[in-house]
C-alpha cells in the first residue's frame, strides 16, 4: 500500500523560505517519479516541480525556477521541496504525488500535470503573508 505524507507547511512572510518533506513508503521499485504540485483558493491544481527517484532529474514549473529546489534522500525515501523567496501567490495547499515508471518518454509537461499520477498524499497548507 503505498502511502505519502507531506510536512513542513505553515505561514510565512513574503520573501521568507520553507522546506517541504514528502515521506514515501509501499512502492515496490526502486524507480519511480515524485511531483510537487500545489492547488489555490477556486483554481486548478498545478504542476510545481518533480523529482525522479532512480535518476535524480528534476523539473520544474516556470514560475518557481530559481526559487524552489527539489531533493531526495533515498536512504530515508524522503523527498524535499525547498522554497525561497516566496510570494502571495505561492499560497496554497501542496501536495506529493507518486507515480511508476511510464511506459513512454515524457515530456517535461507530463511531469507537471496531476493526471499522470496515481497515488496522492494528504496535502499541506503553504500560507505566504504579511
Known amino acids: 500500500q503505498v502511502k505519502l505524507v507531506e510536512s513542513g507547511g505553515g505561514l510565512v512572510q513574503p520573501g521568507g523560505s520553507l522546506r517541504l518533506s514528502c515521506a514515501a513508503s509501499?512502492?515496490?521499485?526502486?524507480?519511480?517519479?515524485i511531483g510537487w504540485f500545489r492547488q489555490a483558493p477556486g483554481k486548478e491544481r498545478e504542476g510545481v516541480s518533480s523529482?525522479?527517484?532512480?535518476?535524480?532529474?528534476?523539473n520544474y514549473a516556470d514560475s518557481v525556477k530559481g526559487r524552489f529546489t527539489v531533493s531526495r534522500d533515498n536512504a530515508q525515501n524522503m523527498v524535499y521541496l525547498q522554497m525561497n523567496s516566496l510570494q502571495r501567490e505561492d499560497t496554497g495547499v501542496y501536495y506529493c504525488?507518486?507515480?511508476?515508471?511510464?511506459?513512454?518518454?515524457?515530456?517535461?509537461?507530463?511531469?507537471?500535470?496531476?493526471?499522470?499520477?496515481?497515488?496522492w498524499g494528504q496535502g499541506t497548507q503553504v500560507t505566504v503573508s504579511s
Open positions: 504525488a507518486l507515480v511508476g515508471p511510464p511506459a513512454h518518454p515524457w515530456t517535461s509537461v507530463d511531469y507537471l500535470n496531476p493526471r499522470r499520477y496515481a497515488y
Open positions: 509501499g512502492y515496490p521499485l526502486d524507480y519511480y517519479i
Open positions: 523529482i525522479t527517484v532512480g535518476d535524480g532529474s528534476t
